[in-house]
């Protein structure tokens, strides 16, 4: 069974950071590609980026605006997303997700993390 666990929302405010981290089994890690996707209230789910298993990352060109990095630490099975000068529209609960091919479209990813909310205030 794949699990997928966020975990470092939380509120901050605009120009502020947070790391987000989406902590798997070994099997999971060293089997898929894992991504980070946001949602926003009303709004369909965006893919941020992805990572293979041998470190290639791979952004939404129009997300993010270069101020996200996708990393992972393989000793510790975790995946992370630096996020760095927060403004409010980056308001959404964030997500993890796993498939076994890389791709920006959220329907190929066949496993999902239960989210965590990060709120910006202004």
């Known amino acids: 069974q794949v699990q997928l666990v966020e975990s470092g929302g939380g509120l901050v405010q605009a120009g502020g950071s947070l790391r987000l981290s989406c902590t798997t089994s070994?099997?999971?890690?060293?089997?898929?590609?894992l991504a980070w996707f946001r949602q926003a209230p009303g709004k369909e789910r965006e893919f941020i980026a992805h990572?293979?298993?041998?470190?290639?990352?791979?952004y939404n060109p129009d997300s993010v605006e270069g101020r996200f990095t996708i990393s992972r630490d393989n000793a510790k099975h975790t995946l992370y997303l630096q996020m760095n000068n927060l403004k409010p529209e980056d308001t959404a609960v964030y997500l993890c997700?796993?498939?076994?091919?890389?791709?920006?479209?959220?329907?190929?990813?066949?496993?999902w993390g239960q989210g965590t909310q990060v709120t910006v205030s202004s």
């Open positions: 997700a796993a498939t076994e091919l890389g791709t920006a479209n959220p329907d190929a990813y066949n496993y």
């Open positions: 070994e099997r999971t890690y060293s089997t898929y590609v």
């Open positions: 990572m293979s298993r041998f470190g290639a990352a791979t």
